[in-house]
Structure formats: C-alpha cells, structure tokens
C-alpha cells in the first residue's frame, strides 16, 4: 500500500482528492515484508538486506526508484538504489552495517529527463526533427539547476554550468549532444527533481543480529556423561577438560541441556522407565527440586564457579555456551509452593502433570501462563533468562516454544533484546509448519527443522526449496541437527558409518546453522527397537563415551567445519541452488557469493549401501560461460586443482570410500 | 497481522505485556486482503464472499473461528462460522445480500470444552479414569451457564438445566453421557464462553456490485454503420432498428464507441491515411469540434431525444446502454480553447498531440492531469461521467486507462460510485500484466485481458489458471473480448468459420463477461495485410453490414447465450477447472456450482482445420464417485440425455460440423 490509507468515507471529493493525487506511482509487493509490517525481516550485522518491489506508472514515462533505510532511531535515511530487473520488478539491497533494528521503505518518481532522452532517440532513429525537443531539454535542466534538489545535492553549480553551456552553443548540434552526454544524465539523476515522488506507506522493520545467528555449528553434550566414567557424575571441569577435542572438531557452539537440580518426585529411570532405580540421575528435563529451581544448578554439576570457568573455558577454546530453557517443573520444583496459582489443579487438589492424553507425563507439570500467572510468571521466566544472561550466556535452545503462548515469546524475547541484542533464540519446536515459522517471525532467531526426516533427493530439494526459496526466507534460520537426545532417526540407524558422513555433509553445507549431539561423530545409533529412540538414553542416565570408537567420523566433521569457516559462499544459506544430476541418489548443489568470489559446489550420494555415480551440470552459466567453456576446479578435501571442460561431468562416490565431494570452482580460472 | 500493531518501542515492559498476552490465537494470510487492506474484494449481491485464513493457537487445544461481517455503516456485525480444512487452513463464506460495500474481520478463540471432550475421548479409549474429568467437565458447564455469552445468545437456561441435570444425576455414567452429549456441545458452542479471543487487526473492505459486474455479454457496434447503407451515417433510431437482432443472439449489454462530435482538425481517413477525404466521418476517438466535447453528441447521430428513445427501446430489448469514454479530445475540442491549461503545448505555441515516439497520433491530443489540471480537470471528467449517467448509462468501458494516473482512476470512479453504486467501468487496458491488475484494484469493475491472444491448450491453461487460481480472482473480473475494432486477432485472420466457433464457445464459457464487436458473428476477417487490424475499419469509415451473410454463426452465438443465462455455473468465473485431455487440441474443462446443482463441462476442439478426438477424464470424484461409477449427461446442444460408464470417456470434434461440446453433468443420475 502506498502511503494513503484513507478509505472511501465521509471525506468531501476535494479532500479525497488532494490525497490520492500526489501518490502517483504504484508501489505494492514489497520484500521482505512479513505480515504487512507486523514482524521484522531478520539481517546480521556485516550483510546486507535484499530489497524487491513491483514498481510502476501510468503512460510510458521512465520513472526510477531507491529504498531508504536507517538505524531505528536515527533521524536521517540513507538511499540505496534499486534497479528495473523485470516486469515491473525492482530490486536492491542496502548494507547492514550496525547491529541496531534498522528500518526501510521504497520511494519512487518519475523521472522526466530520462524519458525526455529516451523520446529524443526514438525520434533521431526515425529520422524525425528535434528542435522543439531540444528547447524542451534545455528546459528541464535549467529547471533542475533552480531547483531544490540540485542544492540539497550540491550539484546546483554542475546544472547551472550545463544550463550555461546549452545557452551558449551555437547549433542545435552542440546543445543536443550536450542534452545527450552522459554528464548531463548523471547530473540530472543526482540532482534534478524527483517527480511525482512516491514513498511507500510502510516503514518495514528489520532486525539485525550478530553473524553467529546464521552461521553457527553445534555440539551438544550431558554434562553430567563427561566424566569417562558412568559411574561418576560429570562436572563442568570434565566438560573443561573436553574443551580441546570439541574445538578440534570445528564446533563453535557447545549446547548443554539443562543443568538445573532435577525433581526427585516421580524421577524417571533408564530408557524413561516409570520409577527410576537407586542412584538414577532422573532426566534433567524435569527441572527442579529442594536444591532449587530454573536460577539453580544441580548441585553435582559444581557451582557457579564451575560454570564461570567453564564459560571462559569455552571462549578460550572458540566456543560459546548454549543452555537450555525449558519452562516445565519437576514436581518438587520450588515454584509449585511459592506460585501455586501458575499452575493447574484437579478437583480433588492434586496438581495436573503434563498429559497428552492418553500419555502422561508424571515427572513434569507444566505452568499455565493466564489468569493467576499473568503478568508474574512471565516476569519470572524473563528473569530467567537474564539471569543467565547475566552469568555471561548468550545463547538459548528453547524447549517446545510451540506450547507455550506465542504473546510470551514475543515480549520475552523482545525483553531480553532490549538488553542484550546480541543473545540468540533457537526454537525447538517440531509441530506444524505455519506454528514453527510464526515462532521465527515472533522473535525466535534461529529454528529446528525437519532435515532430521528429509532423506531422498525429492525430499531435500523440495524442503531446501521452500526455506531458501519462499518469505520464509526472510526470517526462518533453519538450524540443521543431523540428531539430538530425543531423535535417533531411522535413517542413521540402517545406514551404518557411511549415512553418517552423508547427514553429516548435507547438514553443514545446506545450513547456515546445524548442529549435532554428540556420539553421531562416534557412528552411534543403538536404538530402543522400533523407535527413534537412543537405546540407554543419556536423558535417563550417565554414559561414558570412548571418543576415539574405531570407525568415528571425527575427520569428516572436523574437515566440513573447517571448509564452512573458509569458504565466504558457505555463510549464507539462502543462496543455495540446485544443480541437474542424472541420478535420483546423486545430488548435486552450490553455494555462492554474489560477487563469485566463494563458490563452492558439494555432490553427495545420498545411497549409503551402494556407489552411485551421475553425469551433473557444472553451472558454468552463473559464471557467464558457454555450455562448451571450462573452469578452474578446487577439490577442497585434497587441494588438488584442475580444470573442467564442458558444462556436463561425471562423478562416482563410493560411501565405502567417501560419499560426498566438495568442489571450489574458480572464477578466474578455466576460461576457454 | 493481529490486532496489536505496536512495534518495540518506548513502551514499558508492562504495557506491552498486557497489549500483546490477549492477542493468543495467531490469524494472519487473510483471503480476500488486497495490498493490505488497501483495496476491496470484490463481490455480487445475491452471491456470498469465500474467506479462508490461517489461524492456529499455542498447544494442543481445540479451537474455533468465525468471519465477522457488515455492511459498512451499520452497527452491529453478523457472524458465520469457519471450519477447519487443512494445515491451519479455515475456511467460510458469507451471504451477500445488499448492494453496498460490506467489510468483513476474522475472530478465533479456545473452545475449553471442545478440548475437553477431545481428552476425555482419548482417556476412555485408553481405558483411563475419568472421574477427575467428569468435575472438570460439569464445571466448564457450570461456568458457561453463568457466563456473559449465555446470556447474550439465550442459552442461559439451557446451559443452567444442563447444569441442574448433572448435579443431580445420580452416578459417574450418567453424568459423562450428559457431558459427552450433542446437545452439551451444542449449548457450549452457542453460549459458551470464547476464551483467548482474538480479533484479527484489519477489517477488509469489499465492494459490492450488481450481478452483470460479473456476467455480461457485450455486443459492439458502430451506430453510424447501422443503417446498413455506407452512404448514409446511422442513427440512434437505425439503431433501435437492430435490437431484435441483438437481442435474438443473446446478448444484455450494446456498447457504443464514442458518440461525441468528431473533430475536424487532423481528421483520419480511410484504413487510418492521414487525411481525410471529403466526407470521411474521422475516427469516432478524436473527440470534439466546434459542435461540441464529451457532454455533446455527434448531429449526425440524433440528439439527446433520439439517445433517450434508444436507452428506452434498449431496455425493452433486454439490453443496457454502455458508453465509451476516452479521455483523449481532437484539436478542435472546445476544451482546447476553454482550457489550455489541461494540455501541453511546446516551445512553440503549438499544442503537443498525442504520439508514442516515433509514432505520431496528430488527430489527438491528450490531457495532463496535474500542474494547472489539478483539481479543476478532474472534476471536469468526474462530472462527464456523471453526466451520461444521468442519461441512464450505467457502464462505461474506458479507453487507454493505463495512461492516466491510477489516482485520478481511484478517485474518480469512487466519486461516481458514491452516487450510482451500480455503475459498471470496463477497462481497456492492453499493457504489462501488474498495470491491469492495478487499474482493477483502484475501481474498475471489469477489465480487458489477453485472451484475445492466448489459442493454445497451454496458454488458455496457464492464463485462466492465473485468473481463476491467484489473488486476482477476487478483485480483477475479466471480460473475454473475442475482437475489438482494433483488433482482428491472427487466429480468426486464417481460421474460417470453425476458428469463430472456437473462439466465441471459450470466450462465452472460460469467462463470466464476454464481448464481440459486429462482424464476428458474420466470420469477419479481412485484415490490413500483416496486421491485426480489419481492413477498411469502421473506426474510420461508415460500413453497411449483412447480417444473414452465409456462413454466419448467428446459431452459435445465440445457442451459447442460451446456455449461459439457462446454467447458474456459468455465472462465477472462478469455479473453472480443467480436466486431462488426452490429446493437445483437445480442451476439457467444467464449471460447477458449489453445491452441484449446476455442472456444465465443455470440450473445446483449439485446432479450426482438423477433426481431432480424445480420451478425457469425467470428474466423477467431484460427486464423490468411483473411476467405475456411471453419471447423467445432458448434453445441452441437442438435449438429449443418457449416461457416462467410467471415469474415461471419448469424444471427437469435428471443426467442419461443430469444434465444441457441452454437457451438463446430472448429479441425482447415474450413480453405479
């Protein structure tokens, strides 16, 4: 909509008039523009945003268009332009250079001397007199060099000397060549007047975010399974001590489940048995006990202390901290006494566990966030997270965000953002698309997907299609766990080592963001029969890991993880494409900067049991090429450098061997 | 967007809290919303508006949704409910039932006891203990029963009996019945409380037109060639002399071109020459002479008296007068003279004429509708409009629209309506897609489209997919013209009388609103060698026709305008859909009404010189029926009926003997 909202009411005509007249240029299906303005387009600092908008006029005048954009809170805009690129499409971008909420819209004008000049040699093709054209040239810029624009922009003097140029000349020939120079076009786009200048009604809000938000590798671990030794409770020194094999392995992320004291009322046991035995540690997703609550940690874990060291640990290391914020109580969680009126009753004066009937979840009960919890709960869980915050976290995996309101997210979140910009949201929430993407529009920063289930050629590239390729893309940052405690996904479980190493590849490079839990690099996929389950969850019980278990894929992450740090095409998700590969295991993607200074193209075979192999198109036309020219080729998994002729060839992969290839192609290199 | 609107401002957290918790239940891709609000839906008396939106909740409760709806202006909002269909996709309609602008909201909320019964269903099915749930069941009731709504919707006793039934009702059975019972949903779904209700921010507009906005059929002529004799220019009366026979072929709506004085100066000549010979009567769009402008008609077609006996004798015909109005005015219209500051004039004092470099249109010149034109230009046109309007016309097909300013359009066209709502605007715009669609947004109630252009299987099939299956479905209402005065399209140029047929059976049955300029109907092709123009155009000369000429398709014309009119699906456009054909000139497609009782199906044979058969799909499933059921056809040429066996059926097409079939399909017959 442009900038008049006015509907057709009791306004007399004259009014009604004279605010329709001046909105002359159409400006409608701008992006991004998430439900009409009411939720923010996200950015990271450092990028910059991709602005589209159809844009049009009546009659043939040429018209041009920029958008504006600035830092909320700043009284100037600053302009970027945006280009025709088709059917009355206009795109740009504008750099993102603080990382404050920024806001833009689209202004647009006709632009009289360009048509003036496009007139002028439709009539000289055609042999047709201009002399009138002429007089009507010289006017306009005498107009422009008068004018205010010209001042604003300083180039009133550039006119004004034009103007005097064109009064001076001799001959029709030398004021038309004037007219038609280069110069005399710049110095009219600069600073002539925009008419029937035409700004967009919207001001469409942008947030922006540190660069961690979409590009980020996770590991997560139980702290309490670091110790080596199932019989002792892991600490955050053990986690310490873990610190350098994690960094080896490229993460920059270490996400840990919560670390709060775990309620010993109706405490699971192993593989989520009803009634846990002596000594069993309970799930830490039933949060709370005696020892504390949410503002608490579990006493064996050591104190705050041991988390203060571990979180410098980790910094030392290139890892950030992730906790959990999973907003269910243990039964014995301190709330329940203090805040009875945040929770629900039955008739007889029991407290309702969590249920999804017909199952029942016995050692957690779930708050209610109105009557009674309005607004104190929701201050509470805020102090929560800056609670954490404030122990110098920055990072927050949320606990099924979809059952809980999406009013709460919304001002939580915004909250936290007051204080701390920089702390990032990721929701893990596996429900219904349109519920999963409104959490990302409410404020959520980056978000759990359903990759963990897309395994076929067709399944990737229609999922990858619809978050690369639809709004979504404007506020959606997938995040790609190839597994967590809860998914052991049946692929990985039939799949053996090599399936491995395929989720692994596909994850890190078709993401911005993904993730892993730890013991996938070890190939673990023992399972509770018939279930995506782990056999002996870690959720139940300690485990001990051997990190070096023969057949790991410990080289293969630490090598994706060191291409994705290298490769600038890697960074941003949204410019993946998919390339023509002659076989339905075989698929065939790049990545590439918009300059083609990154580009880097990945084949896997996604068949874990047998070598595939597939003729693909190597997409020499983003590089300008002919289908029969060549490129310059990085294998970067070897370094080996050569050259591809020819738009159509052939790659095997044994998943016995390696199932994937990653290519860096070159564009100064190769040309025919 | 939901009702809150706030962004994160200044506001205090408190504030924002209690602004953004009631706003629960997230509503948002609202179908009909046009640019936001911005422009109306658009709709038909007598017909109801389709509304769908995405509406889904936090959790796993139960919930319900409804479109609130009203004639703007009125106090109180009707309600009508949504159902669920698919992907937190709702859907619902509501009626139409007055001719004015109505608007329309969506509201969603929890059902507690919808929710409740869905748990207690899925408890005793697992063989739980409900005794706790049958308390909370009677509670539920016990509070609706007290509850405002109750009151509001008279349910109070009823839900207060219930009530009174459970309290007294003896053992756990007895009391679950009762809860578990039709009419406990029932009392609860009407009187009932609506908790988390949430009203979605926008309210939309819809403009609300009479029928023939969305099913006309035009016939075009020329009244100077009506009096069947070139040496004598028609008039209105020759005119009335042709309405038996417009009105035996069907049609409802006589467009006129315009029927203004032509001006003198620069008049064109025969087959568009620069000058006119002595005699010629000019173009009927160079509009004005000394004799007078846009208020004035042409002497020599009867004055104002001979206007109103044909709007009269018209109606007795069964037929509305539309009139043209072409903006554009001859050198010699009085407005010239009276206002020189509607034009554009160069260096030299000489008026500037209409031309599209290198082409030069030196019989027009064109207005500009700013500088010294605004506001006093304006109103001058509003009130032409106005004008003839008062002369009883009530459609009004517009010249060139696209070169105007859509605000003029807005403004203007909401003025005319503000004082005859049932004013119908045709716009004849032949330019890049997104400007058409505008021009619809702004006001127009019928448009121009380039079906003219569009012969193939696939392209009619893209095309109407695009008008039918988009957005524009609801604001952009196409009228099917099969020729104009200019344009004798290429396909008619080389078809024969077959290609006619073809053409004339899709415009009249793809289309709501159809049209066809004289000549059609009597197979007239001759062209301007190389163009899509006729030969010797009666844009620039008086012809005399032969309306029994052989070869005519007069049957043809009259037959489809028959079945029209006879078969309700025939009159909403947008329930088009086309069925597999097995063969690329074989075009199959049905048009229903929602509640089947109106099913016509045509085969269309696309190619005019060969017989071309097809095995084609029968939509059996659209009666709910088996690949193996039978159904009832009529078939609506001949009349006759019998039955389809099987989902698969045949049909060959002869273009010699007739290219196109139409069927109506019989729910009640045939089933296996």
Redesign the interface.
Known sequence: ??RL?G??DAKG??Q???E?????V?I?AVSPEI????FPAKAVVGGSLQVEA?I?C???DKIDAAVLYRVVGDKEWNEAPLRFHD??RWRGEFPIERQA?HEFTIIAWRDLFATWRD?VR??I??G?QVA?EI??GA?LIGQAAAGERAKDAGEADGLAELAEQLGAADDEATRLALLRSDRAAALYSRGGPRT?LTRY??TL?VWVDRPKAAFSAWYEIMPRSQSDDPERHGTFDDVIARLPYIRDLGFDVLYLPPIHPIGRVNRKGRNNSLHAGEGDPGSPYAIGSEEGGHDAIHPELGGFDGFARLVDAAAQHGLEIALDFAIQCAPDHPWIKEHPEWFDW???GTIKFAE???KKYEDIVNVH??RGA??SL?YAL?DIVLFWAEHRVRIFRVDNP???????W??MI??V??RYPDVIFLSEAFT????MK?LAKVGFTQSYTYFTWRDTKQELTEYLTELTRTEARHYYRPNFFVNTPDINPYFLQHSGRPGFRIRLVLAATLAGNYGVYNGFELCEAAAVPGKEEYLNSEKYEIRAWDWDRPGNIREDVALVNRLRRGNPALHDFTNLEFYNAWNDHILVYGRRAADLSSFVLIAVNLDPHNVQGADFEVPLWEFGRPDDASIGVEDLITGDRFTWRGKVQNVELDPQVRPYAIWRLIAEEGVP
């Open positions: 909509m442009e909202l509907k057709q005509p004259e009604r008039l004279h329709l007249a001046p909105v002359r159409a409608e439900n009409g303005g009411r159809d049009f009546d009659g043939h059917n009355d909420p007139e439709r009539k093709e055609a047709q009138s007089k009507e006017h029937s009604a919207t809000p039955r008739p007889d999804n009937p017909p966030f109105y309005l607004p929701w805020r979809h059952t809980k309101p999406l009013p709460f919304e001002w915004a909250e953002h007051a219904r698309p349109k519920m409104r």
